[in-house]
């Protein structure tokens, strides 16, 4: 039985239709080859009958293109080489510094191996200013990212509006006057980003508006402390002085076990938040009516949105002092990673990439002196940070 062939069925009705004609295609082995790759001309859809017999490349409705492999989703890249480049920047921090470490001696000290100064150095020194300097550079960046989401503004990181002020405000009036040391002094800081963050909140509240008041409040309140930070300094003793320093650059030199465990305690505790903050933060971007159109309090979530953007910031700053600009720099940088799709987790682990790579800089850029690790990225941030306003003036914004 001869098998019946598609010929060519033209559309609209007023040309003539060529109906399938049993044919036999071994009589006509070039032309039914040809045909079978001819057009099946239709508005709107364009396939071949060969696409159709193997069910593969099937033309797209108007454009008669195929469609193309998806591409690997730049969050997975991300994700994946930020988290290698921590990696190798832990492993660089490990070798090098004002005492190289040989690599025979690191793999030996690291398998329990007790190497006479060696071990001290890794696991007293550098191991936990590693654990401290991921954490931190993780929870400033998950909290830059927050806040500029949800402000729509590149600026409005917290080490820029002033919360990361408002911690080292507090921790450097309770060290020189209550003599507060340890953990009492970090709860001192978080208690002070806390409560300058609510403040600048009800300063800035203004509905609709409330994002550019918010930017100008904290840039307000923060130099009013700078200039109660300076007056406590003018006040006190060399070395009381010299020990607050470190809430005005940011340091990881103060770093121990201890302290890595309580920001490892209190991260995995917010953490866990930036999971239904996304969510929120993708309602919030599409505008205040349209939120509350979709059952969003918008002042309430933003309110909760500051206060955990505020936390992670606090706990942070607790303990290594206020490392200028990571909040500020992780944000846009992840955006550029992931083509232009927003993402805590890429921020958080742009802003522990940042931390590692400062503190190998810092470590290394001069010989024989360690540079506080705020000074590095306060160096990098700085640029970044003119580039950003000469950019939004030349767009007009």
């Known amino acids: 039985m001869s098998r019946p062939m598609t010929h060519p069925i033209i559309l609209p009705d007023s040309r003539p239709i060529q109906e399938s004609l049993p044919t036999d295609p071994s009589t006509q082995p070039e032309r039914a080859t040809k045909q079978n790759l001819n057009p099946i001309i239709h508005p709107g859809l364009v396939v071949t009958t060969?696409?159709?017999?193997?069910?593969?490349?099937?033309?797209?409705?108007?454009?008669?293109?195929?469609?193309?492999?998806?591409?690997?989703?730049?969050?997975?890249?991300?994700?994946?080489?930020?988290?290698?480049?921590?990696?190798?920047?832990?492993?660089?921090?490990?070798?090098?510094?004002?005492?190289?470490?040989?690599?025979?001696?690191?793999?030996?000290?690291?398998?329990?191996?007790?190497?006479?100064?060696?071990?001290?150095?890794?696991?007293?020194?550098?191991?936990?200013?590693?654990?401290?300097?991921i954490l931190a550079g993780a929870a400033f960046g998950a909290s830059g990212a927050i806040f500029q989401r949800m402000l729509r503004n590149p600026l409005a990181s917290p080490d820029v509006i002033g919360v990361g002020y408002g911690a080292s405000a507090a921790a450097v009036a309770g060290m020189l006057l209550f003599g507060a040391q340890g953990i009492g002094l970090s709860?001192?800081?978080?208690?002070?980003a806390m409560v300058v963050a609510l403040l600048i909140y009800k300063i800035a509240d203004a509905g609709k508006h409330t994002g550019p008041r918010l930017i100008l409040a904290?840039?307000?309140?923060?130099?009013?402390?700078?200039?109660?930070?300076?007056?406590l300094l003018t006040r006190s003793d060399v070395r009381s002085a010299a020990d607050a320093l470190r809430w005005l650059t940011g340091s990881l030199?103060?770093?121990?076990?201890?302290?890595?465990?309580l920001l490892g305690v209190a991260l995995a505790i917010l953490f866990p938040l930036l999971l239904p903050a996304a969510s929120k933060l993708r309602i919030l971007e599409l505008g205040d009516d349209t939120a509350a159109g979709l059952g969003l309090?918008?002042?309430?979530?933003?309110?909760?949105?500051?206060?955990?953007?505020?936390?992670?910031?606090?706990?942070a700053t607790a303990v290594t002092g206020p490392l200028a600009f990571v909040?500020?720099?992780?944000g846009p940088l992840a955006l550029r990673l992931c083509q232009g799709r927003s993402h805590l987790g890429a921020a958080a682990i742009?802003?522990?990439?940042?931390?590692?790579?400062?503190?190998?800089?810092?470590?290394?850029?001069?010989?024989?002196?360690?540079?506080?690790?705020?000074?590095?990225?306060?160096?990098?941030?700085?640029?970044?940070?003119?580039?950003?306003?000469?950019?939004?003036?030349?767009?007009?914004?």
């Open 253 to 261: 030199s103060a770093s121990t076990w201890e302290r890595a465990g």
């Open 50 to 133: 060969q696409n159709l017999g193997h069910g593969k490349n099937l033309g797209t409705p108007g454009t008669g293109t195929a469609r193309k492999p998806r591409s690997t989703n730049p969050l997975t890249s991300v994700l994946c080489f930020g988290t290698l480049g921590i990696l190798a920047a832990v492993l660089l921090n490990l070798l090098f510094g004002r005492h190289p470490i040989a690599v025979l001696d690191l793999i030996a000290a690291l398998s329990g191996e007790a190497i006479p100064g060696v071990s001290f150095i890794l696991w007293e020194d550098r191991l936990p200013q590693a654990a401290v300097g």
């Open 218 to 231: 904290g840039i307000a309140v923060a130099a009013m402390l700078q200039g109660i930070i300076q007056y």
């Open 297 to 315: 309090n918008p002042k309430n979530t933003r309110l909760g949105l500051i206060l955990l953007g505020v936390g992670l910031t606090a706990v």
């Open 327 to 330: 909040s500020f720099l992780a």
């Open 350 to 397: 742009t802003g522990a990439l940042l931390v590692t790579l400062a503190t190998f800089i810092a470590g290394n850029v001069l010989p024989d002196i360690q540079l506080p690790v705020g000074v590095v990225t306060g160096a990098l941030g700085a640029p970044f940070l003119i580039w950003v306003l000469v950019r939004s003036n030349k767009e007009g914004s």
């Open 187 to 192: 709860l001192i800081a978080c208690l002070g």
